[in-house]
């Protein structure tokens, strides 16, 4: 058995002849997959572009299963059913499976349709195949809401998952259901028909309770707000999503630790009832930008480090211009316009406080029209 060893987000497999041929032209489609195919049907030249595994390719399976993101197999239904039900662990772990038949008439998302993305993946192969894609998840055939999904594009977290099987049971039920989006990407809605009509979307809880006095089955809650029980009282099913809303502007002495920073950030956001799940990323001066405290947060949370010149800094209006911050750094500010800056906006939060050898600011992205577009990155990264 030749395998992977730095494996591609996709494996497709073909066992028989007919599989192998299908197999083949899947893969000279998708880049992003390797090529698994029967010893028995490798053909000369294969050694540089397929990977082999012998007759039984349950042990390719046992192998290689969690390695991937997607398997895409051209196997019986039933025999791929029976070899990976021993190698399942939790929908949010597990690798998406698509199964197409021998002749190419279905491809079938079977397994991790929502959070693997079987279901996108199964559209993909059907079109390249001109196979029927066979999508069984409700919220998909209903075309409705697929509360597991909500925002994922964007990054948006879901901050606690345990109601999101009953939510998800009043959307494809067809029960009142209320979206109220106070914050994060408004063009969540990708499919072409429109909302269906059971879901009311608000743009806050007054609104929801004033369309609907009696309260909803279930709530869909985008916000970077930390909710009290109160608010949550609309629906018995909640489910908060925390987009990536929030920018937090730091400036620190040199050498100020981790530890301290980190404390600041989580304490301040605490007290202006935000959460910290919502932030997008941190933003400071340059001369910050190799700051071992500031680094290590940025790693940790993986909240990308933007650093602006004290030129970019000094472009921007801030409430709390200082004589003393520019006379050291060559900037009227720091954490004011770096959060301004970020955020794409003119309005803060939070406006400059100092908590020992740390000034933080907060500000709110301001969504819509690409404002907020270049908020992207790894962690660790630095912007100017």
């Known amino acids: ?57 349950r042990l390719l399976l046992e192998t290689m299963f969690h390695r991937y993101e997607g398997w895409i197999l051209v196997v019986s239904l039933g025999a791929v059913v029976r070899m ?3 190698l399942l662990k939790d929908k949010k772990v597990d690798p998406a499976v698509v199964v197409v038949d021998d002749k190419a008439k279905f491809a079938i998302s079977v397994l991790s349709g929502h959070l693997g993305g079987a279901n996108a993946l199964t559209e993909r192969v059907a079109e390249i195949l001109g196979a029927t894609p066979v999508v069984t998840t409700a919220s998909d055939v209903s075309a409705t809401i697929a509360v597991d999904l909500l925002g994922r594009e964007f990054g948006w977290k879901i901050d606690d998952d345990r109601q999101v099987t009953p939510a998800s049971a ?5 029960e009142p ?10 063009n969540w809605w990708k499919r072409q028909t429109p909302i269906p009509k059971q879901i009311g979307v608000f743009p806050g809880l007054e609104e929801a309770r004033s369309a609907r006095p009696e309260g909803f089955n279930a709530v869909l809650w985008v916000t970077d707000r930390l909710l009290t029980e109160d608010e949550l009282s609309i ?3 909640r489910v908060v999503y925390r987009p990536k809303s929030l920018v937090v ?12 920073i980190e404390n600041v950030v989580l304490t301040t956001l605490d007290r202006l009832g935000l959460s910290w799940k919502s932030v997008s990323c941190i933003a400071t001066i340059t001369l910050k930008q190799d700051e071992e405290g500031l680094l290590a947060l940025s790693e940790k949370y993986g909240w990308p480090l933007l650093a602006y010149t004290p030129e970019q800094l000094n472009s921007v209006s801030i409430p709390n211009p200082s004589e003393t911050v520019f006379k050291f750094t060559g900037a ?13 906006t003119d309005h803060l939060l939070l406006e400059k406080t100092a908590s020992g050898n740390v000034t933080i600011s907060v500000a709110r992205i301001e969504f819509g029209g690409g404002k907020a577009d270049h908020i992207t990155g790894k962690a660790g990264e630095v912007w100017a």
């Open 1 to 57: 058995m030749r395998i992977a060893g730095n494996p591609k987000p996709y494996a497709i497999v073909g066992i028989t002849k007919h599989g192998s041929e299908l197999a083949r032209k899947l893969a000279s489609a998708m880049p992003d997959a390797d090529l698994y195919l029967s010893e028995k049907f490798l053909q000369k030249g294969d050694e540089a572009s397929v990977y082999s595994f012998p007759t039984n390719v």
């Open 84 to 86: 990976t039900a021993p």
């Open 170 to 174: 009043a959307v494809v039920n067809e």
């Open 177 to 186: 259901v209320a979206v109220i989006q106070e914050t994060g990407e408004p």
């Open 235 to 237: 629906a018995p099913y």
């Open 249 to 260: 502007g730091l400036g620190c002495n040199r050498g100020t630790s981790f530890e301290e």
């Open 332 to 344: 009227y500010g720091v954490s004011e316009p770096a959060a301004l800056l970020a955020a794409c």
